[in-house]
């Protein structure tokens, strides 16, 4: 399946620092997407890049693309202890009858200490 | 907008009971997704409809669950009869056009099945 691996499962730092985590797909994609989970909350949106995109930026966060090693990095840039949750990343998968779904990985859980 | 909109938040109910989960996607969304959470399993897509057609339903677990789109505004996922290992938390997203766009995920349904 296209299912996308985070890696590490979790994470932990003290405020200040910077956060990678990095994400691993297995078939060709269109786009990438991040996506955030707050304790008891659904997932939020976080940043999408394109298949043709190497990296974007949006706010504290940074997104990369390897499309030939079919991996992707966010990085979070002086986080927060309010920066604490799940991160996801999500793939599409351009083929045939899976057109309009997104996969998801089993995600990263990020502590941040104050 | 309120977003994506799911009641009940919370359900607790006995094994072999009917649950009926609701789901109302941001209007002028055409794709609609019902997801299931475990710490187990992690995020799993259970079904997805496009303007109200089911599109793909193989990650439905099994014939005790079934789900309904029968306008633009309003899903339900039902499960008859419940089991103790369906508990887990369910979450309902929509999204404009599909793998190409960001999913918006409502608040969830937290389900206990005693």
């Known amino acids: 399946s296209q299912q996308g691996e985070e890696d590490p499962q979790a994470l932990s730092i003290q405020e200040g620092e910077n956060a990678t985590m990095n994400c691993s797909y297995k078939?060709?994609?269109?786009?990438l997407q991040w996506y955030r989970q707050n304790s008891g909350r659904g997932l939020v949106h976080l940043i999408l890049?394109?298949?043709?995109?190497r990296e974007k930026h949006s706010g504290r966060l940074r997104v990369t693309l390897d499309t030939s090693k079919k991996s992707s990095s966010l990085l979070i840039t002086a986080s927060r202890a309010a920066d604490t949750a799940s991160y996801f990343c999500?793939?599409?998968?351009?083929?045939?009858?899976?057109?309009?779904?997104?996969?998801f990985g089993r995600g990263t859980q990020l502590t941040v200490w104050p | 907008d309120a977003g994506v909109i799911q009641s009940p938040r919370h359900e607790v109910t006995e094994m072999g009971q009917e649950v009926t989960l609701r789901c109302k996607p941001i209007s002028g969304h055409d794709y609609l997704f019902w997801y299931r959470q475990t710490m187990m399993r992690g995020l799993e897509l259970l079904i997805y409809?496009?303007?109200?057609?089911?599109?793909?339903d193989s990650g439905m677990p099994e014939d005790r669950f079934s789900a309904k789109m029968p306008n633009a505004s309003f899903s339900t996922l039902k499960i008859q009869p419940s089991e103790p290992r369906d508990s887990a938390v369910y979450f309902c997203?929509?999204?404009?056009?599909?793998?190409?766009?960001?999913?918006?995920f409502g608040p969830g349904t937290r389900l206990t099945v005693l």
């Open positions: 409809f496009n303007n109200n057609v089911p599109i793909d």
């Open positions: 997203a929509s999204t404009p056009a599909g793998s190409t766009d960001t999913q918006y």
């Open positions: 999500a793939t599409d998968d351009p083929r045939g009858s899976t057109l309009g779904r997104l996969y």
């Open positions: 890049i394109r298949s043709n995109e």
């Open positions: 078939t060709s994609i269109n786009n």
